[in-house]
């Protein structure tokens, strides 16, 4: 992986990850357009961009970081372990059913759960519209909900935000409890793997690891401010659009 290669890759993580359409497939767009293989270096190169975007989260979100806010990492941490757990069970299951196809049609079914959900949605009636007002009940289904995301192309994000909307949040806590969620969620994945693939970082092209790094986390901080204005005006609809739309065309390219 040339630098260009790292910048594409982390620009694309950078944007994707905190927003509901899935970043896992745009990446596979991106790898096979650009000539990339899944070799043990894209893995631990994976691992590095992943942690990007968590420190983009942490420093967004810092104030709410500190001891004040037990009550609401509570009901994170909470809500974080049916993934943890079922996840762990269901992680042979998972790589048998990851194929481009899947993550197509969970796509457009995804993009089709937005406008219908969108449809019936009320913000001002909402009974959580900050997130600490979000409910043990309401984190748990939001917890719940995360383990739809076990299932390639469905989106870690769009599944929390949606189950949170359903279960009586507004969108914009729905949103910030699933970047706060993407904390201890990615700190496992990204440590995981970081142990299975630590061994090849050495001999590795560390420039590009770095300048991936960077990219990531400041497209990653740039990208969650400007998400968190847009709901602040626009609803989830034309994410639904492009949701179903990338689906169809990822169904033709394939």
């Given at each position: 992986m040339d630098i260009i290669q790292a910048i594409i890759i982390g620009i694309i993580e950078g944007f994707t990850e905190f927003l509901p359409i899935s970043s896992t497939g745009h990446m596979i767009v991106a790898s096979q357009f650009l000539g990339i293989e899944q070799s043990a270096v894209v893995k631990a190169y994976e691992v590095i961009i992943q942690f990007a975007a968590i420190m983009a989260v942490m420093l967004l979100y810092k104030e709410k970081i500190n001891l004040k806010e037990i009550n609401l990492?509570?009901?994170?941490?909470?809500?974080?372990?049916?993934?943890?757990?079922?996840?762990?069970?269901?992680?042979?299951?998972?790589?048998?059913?990851?194929?481009?196809?899947?993550?197509a049609y969970m796509f457009i079914i995804g993009g089709i759960i937005f406008i219908i959900v969108e449809y019936f949605h009320d913000d001002s009636k909402k009974e959580?519209?900050?997130?600490?007002?979000?409910?043990?009940k309401q984190a748990m289904s939001i917890g719940f909900g995360q383990v739809l995301s076990l299932i390639p192309g469905t989106s870690r994000a769009g599944s929390t935000i949606i189950a949170g909307m359903l279960s009586g949040v507004s969108r914009k806590a729905s949103t910030e409890f699933s970047f706060l969620?993407?904390?201890?969620?990615?700190?496992?994945?990204?440590?995981?793997?970081?142990?299975?693939?630590?061994?090849?970082?050495?001999g590795a092209d560390l420039t590009s690891f770095v300048v991936g790094f960077l990219v990531a986390f400041v497209v990653a901080y740039i990208t969650i401010k400007m998400f968190i204005v847009f709901l602040q005006r626009f609803t989830f609809v034309a994410f639904g659009i492009y949701r179903i739309a990338f689906g169809v065309v990822l169904l033709m390219i394939i």
């Open positions: 990492w509570s009901k994170i941490i909470a809500a974080f372990f049916p993934l943890a757990i079922i996840g762990f069970l269901l992680k042979d299951w998972v790589k048998e059913i990851f194929q481009v196809e899947t993550v959580s519209q900050d997130i600490e007002d979000v409910t043990w969620l993407a904390i201890p969620v990615m700190m496992a994945v990204s440590g995981y793997d970081l142990l299975k693939h630590y061994q090849d970082f050495v």
